[in-house]
C-alpha cells in the first residue's frame, strides 16, 4: 500500500512538471532582456512612435522595484524611479528602452531595459456618421479602411454604403478618398480599402 501511494505521488509531481516549466518559460518570456515583442504588446511594429496617453511596461531585468506599467503625460513624458521625468513621446520602443538604459548606469550594474507599448492611445482614427458606434478608435498597424468599419460594429439602417469616404490631412489640404463598401466585401475595388492615417476620418453618409 505505501509503494503505491509512493508511485502515486511521483506520478502526480512528474504530470505537473511541464505545465511548471511552461510556466516558468512564460514567466521567463515576459521578464527577459531585450527589444523584441513580448506578450501582451499592443503592437508588433518596433518602428512605432510613442505619444502622449499610450501606456508603456518598463520592465528592468531583476529590479523589481523599477519595473511598472507608466503611462505616457500630454508633454510626452513619463516618470521614472531615479531618473524621475525621462522623455518618451517621439522615440520607439527600442530608442527608449536604451535612453532608460543610458540613465540607469549611474545607479545600476549593466542595467537592461525591455520598454512594450501595452495600450495605443496617442494615434487614432475617426469614424463618423451612420454606424452603430461612431467615434474614435487607435490606430492599430496596418489598420484599412474596412477593419476600421467593422471596429464601429456596423452600419445603421440610414448607412448609404456605397459612397463613404476617408477625409486626410496633408499640410495645409484635405484629401478625400471614396470607398464603396459593398463593391470592397465583394472582392471588387480593393484600391480602396487603403491602409489609414493618424487622424483619418471615415464618413459615413
Known sequence: MIKRVSIWAALVVLAGMPALAQQQEDASKKQAPGT??????????????????????????????????????PDGKISLPLLNDVQAGGMTPTQLAGEITDGLKKFITNPQVTVIVTQINSQRVYVLGETTR????????????????????????????????????????????????????????????????????????
Open 36 to 73: 523584441g515583442i513580448a506578450a501582451g504588446a499592443a503592437t508588433p511594429d518596433p518602428n512605432y512612435i510613442i505619444g502622449p496617453q499610450d501606456v508603456l511596461d518598463i520592465n528592468v531585468w531583476k529590479e523589481a522595484e523599477l519595473t511598472r506599467s507608466v503611462p505616457v503625460r
Open 134 to 205: 461612431p467615434g474614435a478608435y487607435p490606430l492599430l498597424p496596418g489598420m484599412t479602411v474596412l477593419q476600421a468599419l467593422s471596429s464601429a460594429g456596423g452600419f445603421t439602417p440610414f448607412a448609404n454604403m456605397k459612397k463613404i469616404y476617408v477625409l486626410r490631412k496633408v499640410g495645409d489640404k484635405q484629401e478625400k478618398f471614396p470607398f464603396n463598401y459593398k463593391a470592397v466585401v465583394k472582392g471588387e475595388l480593393a484600391d480602396e480599402n487603403i491602409t489609414l492615417k493618424a487622424g483619418d476620418q471615415i464618413v459615413v453618409p
